[in-house]
């Protein structure tokens, strides 16, 4: 049963306030959570609750969400079993009574939310993925590694803000990480000997001002096959376009241009005619309905279309965009919804309906890894956070280390099989 709720107001890897819970249970354990935030946040995502108070962190404080989880969640919950996590999740929302948990923030009704699934699970004596699993757990996920950061997310000019490494031929987890790490390593080198700057973005990968987003493709492939791997065959390359940040008024604005929709769908199936891609995520803005269906019958049989500021891990979003044939992947973030079982919800009906999910951390993350047994426990395939550098990235990616030792020989590594649409 659950005993207590506390949570504080901690930093996140950008230096900005954010929210930790922790949940005491009666038979003595004590687990907690600490939620991530983004900065190229989807327009519909729940509801992120900052203090507004000026004279503290720029007004990014959250101590507002710390005290809707002391004074208001967390007492609704006490006296629950912590593994009734649906009737858990159903009184917080209750409790927050918004559509959007714009009242006590989706941020603290996520902390608490992921804490006790957590404590559930230690009180269960099971890890993670195993508890929210069950026995079938047991696919590692392709890490989509972001080596390349621009957009919202760098100080440079680069239009997209996300450029991936996917492993898919490795045969392992652990294989996958070291060669998506050894890639790294020759990509800085090469950013360095072209004059680059190889600065960081906010995901750990570089942040090189490169004159054009096809250069940074061009970059990955030089640095993949340097590195003695075969582009597409044992790593493919992926975007994340942001497109949402660039796009106004009907018009896309990618290298000082102005772009029509046509335009752009040219230009996306120009790439994947040319380079190793498994996966464009959010190739075109979140209101944009129809450049997506052009989009989607355009490529959709030959790439995987993910929908991030699209679907907002809203199920709601999610049916729309099924009922429309737009997209064919869900992107998964625990805090764009603000519950776990509103977030299994969602990856339900993407696997249903022939979506694929990747689970996702944000641009603002911290040392919490339960994404990567989350991805574990629904078998998505698919993870992306961030480069592997910069600790509250490499956490996750360490824990699924972890959780691929402790499944031994019954641990199958994802691979191409994740990928269902791609060809090359
Ligand atoms: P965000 O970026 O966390 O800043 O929203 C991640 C993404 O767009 O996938
Ligand atoms: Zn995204």
């Known amino acids: 049963l659950i005993e207590a709720v506390n949570a504080r107001e901690i930093l996140d890897s950008r230096g900005n306030p954010t929210v930790e819970v922790e949940v005491l249970l009666d038979d003595g354990i004590v687990q907690r959570a600490a939620v991530p935030s983004g900065a190229s946040t989807g327009a519909f995502e729940a509801y992120e609750l900052r203090d507004g108070d000026k004279s503290r962190y720029s007004g990014k404080g959250v101590l507002k969400a710390v005290a809707a989880v002391v004074d208001e969640l967390g007492p609704a919950i006490e006296g629950v079993e912590a593994s009734e996590q649906r009737i858990i999740d159903e009184i917080l929302i209750e409790t927050d009574g918004t559509d959007n948990k714009s009242r006590t923030g989706a941020n603290a009704i996520l902390g608490v939310s992921l804490a006790v699934a957590k404590a559930a699970a230690d009180s269960a004596d099971l890890p993670l993925f195993r508890y929210l699993g069950g026995p079938n757990a047991h696919l590692l996920p392709v890490p989509l590694f972001n080596v390349i950061n621009g957009g919202e997310h ?28 050894e890639v790294y390593h020759v990509l800085k080198g090469e950013l360095k ?26 970059f990955l492939i030089r640095a993949i096959e340097k590195a003695g791997f075969t582009p597409g065959q044992d790593i493919a390359v992926g975007l994340d376009v942001a497109a949402t940040e660039f796009y106004k008024d009907g018009v896309y604005t990618v290298e000082g241009k102005e772009w029509s929709v046509d335009t752009l769908v040219d230009y996306f199936a120009d790439l994947v005619a040319n380079f190793p891609i498994v996966t464009i995520e959010d190739a075109l803005a979140e209101d944009d309905w129809d450049g997506w269906k052009k989009l989607t019958d355009a490529i959709g049989s030959k790439v995987q279309l993910v929908g991030d500021d699209l679907f907002v891990t809203n199920p709601k979003r999610l049916q729309q965009g099924i009922d429309l044939g737009v997209a064919n992947s869900l992107l998964v973030k625990v805090n764009q919804i603000g519950t776990l079982s509103e977030t299994l919800d969602a990856i339900s009906l993407a696997t249903r309906s022939g979506y694929t999910s990747m689970l996702s951390h944000r641009s603002g993350e911290t040392e919490d890894t339960t994404i990567a047994d989350l991805a574990v426990a629904v078998n998505a395939g698919q993870i992306k956070t961030g480069a592997p550098a910069r600790s509250e990235r490499v956490a996750k990616y360490n824990q699924l280390l972890r959780i691929e030792e402790d499944l031994g020989d019954a641990a199958v590594f994802a691979g ?5 649409r791609f060809k090359g």
Do not use: C, K, M
């Open 154 to 181: 760098a100080d440079n000019g680069i239009d997209f803000q996300e450029f991936f490494l996917a492993p898919i031929g490795a045969e392992t987890y652990g294989e996958s990480l070291r060669w998506g790490t």
């Open 193 to 218: 000997s072209a004059g680059y700057n190889t600065g960081l973005g906010d995901e750990g990968g570089f942040a090189p001002d490169l004159p054009s987003n096809r250069e940074g493709l061009d």
């Open 416 to 420: 191409r099989s994740a990928f269902p």
